[in-house]
């Protein structure tokens, strides 16, 4: 069974901090994604990662980083964190071109 | 550049009525498309693919080329159906999935 693991189900941060968000996949996928989940927008694209230390900008990049130093860990980095940036995250990993499997979603509050 | 269109935010129907969610799509060459679906409280996974050709918990998918259209549909809706559906495609280099988004659908008795 595919589990990807999102660190916090829920977080509650100041606006200015820096952010991680940590997402785990056990399936050896090659590929990752992180996506942000809003209503009325669906999801939409932040980052994504196709190899180790290898990462691509997605729809939406802006005011975010991503790392991936280990294959089976992808981190979203909110450098400074503002309330537009409140929102539902979501970690995604897949192997090549095929189904890609979901974290329960990191729910943040940038107060 | 590659695109989703879900058209409807909301789709409600009643208890064994016919369903269709539809999706359009924006790709150069064959697009390799997919139904996720989102029930309350759960974490968003795969309801099909149309690779597969197959019909999951009813539900059926057909690509149409000529129309850029992966409708999902249902001949009879149940209520345990009520949930967000998403269609979503990989570019073109298979790195990312890209969705659309999404249609709540709403299914009462």
């Not at chain 1, 916090?8 to 100041?14: M, Q, T």
């Not at chain 1, 897949?94 to 890609?100: I, K, T, V």
């Not at chain 2, 009525?17 to 390799?32: F, I, M, Q, R, T």
């Not at chain 2, 345990?80 to 659908?105: H, P, R, V, W």
Request: with cysteine.
């Amino acid at each position: 069974d595919v589990k990807v693991t999102q660190s916090s189900r829920y977080l509650v941060k100041r606006t200015g901090e820096k952010v991680f968000l940590e997402c785990v996949q056990d399936m050896d996928h090659e590929n990752m994604f992180w996506y942000r989940q809003d209503p009325g927008l669906g999801l939409r694209l932040i980052y994504f990662s196709y190899d180790v230390k290898m990462k691509e900008k997605g729809d939406i990049p802006e005011g975010y980083s991503v790392s991936r130093e280990k294959k089976e860990r992808f981190s979203l980095i909110l450098e400074s964190a503002s309330t537009n940036q409140t929102s539902m995250y979501l970690c995604a990993s897949s192997p090549d071109r095929w189904e890609a499997f979901f974290g329960q979603g990191t729910r943040l509050t940038v107060v | 550049a590659q695109r989703v269109t879900q058209p409807e935010k909301l789709l409600s129907v009643f208890k064994g009525a016919p369903v269709e969610l539809k999706c359009n799509y924006s790709y150069s060459g064959s697009p390799e498309l997919f139904w996720y679906v989102q029930y309350s409280r759960q974490r968003l996974q795969l309801l099909l693919r149309h690779i597969s050709r197959e019909s999951i918990k009813g539900f059926t998918a057909d690509l149409n080329k000529g129309e850029t259209s992966f409708h999902l549909k249902k001949p009879f809706a149940q209520e345990e159906d009520s949930a967000m559906y998403y269609c979503a495609l990989f570019n073109q280099a298979g790195t990312a999935l890209i969705f659309g988004k999404g249609t709540t659908l709403s299914v009462s008795s």
